[in-house]
């Protein structure tokens, strides 16, 4: 499901988390990288966010109507065995 809308702050944060641990660029701040090398990066991050929630057990999501991209995402957090 790649009509998900990921927030572009989320992404810009997954994408400097994915600089900052980079063995390419490492000495070049995030401010100092070109525009095609941060874009690159928040390719890295949209794939890496989809993939997460694709794979996520339990996720459903809601529609507005038939042919709508998603505009509500259920992620069920898992449930704690209390069976001692």
Not at 55 to 72: I, Q, S, V
């Amino acid at each position: 499901m790649s009509d998900i809308t990921i927030p572009p702050e989320a992404l810009e944060a997954a994408a400097k988390i994915l600089h900052a641990h980079a063995e390419i660029f490492d000495d070049v701040p995030w401010e100092d990288l070109s525009d095609a090398d941060q874009e690159a990066y928040m390719d890295e991050a949209r794939a890496a966010c989809l993939a997460m929630l694709n794979a996520w057990p339990g996720m459903t999501w809601a529609c507005r109507g038939k042919g709508t991209p998603p505009h509500l995402l259920f992620l069920p957090l898992p449930t704690e065995n209390t069976n001692d």
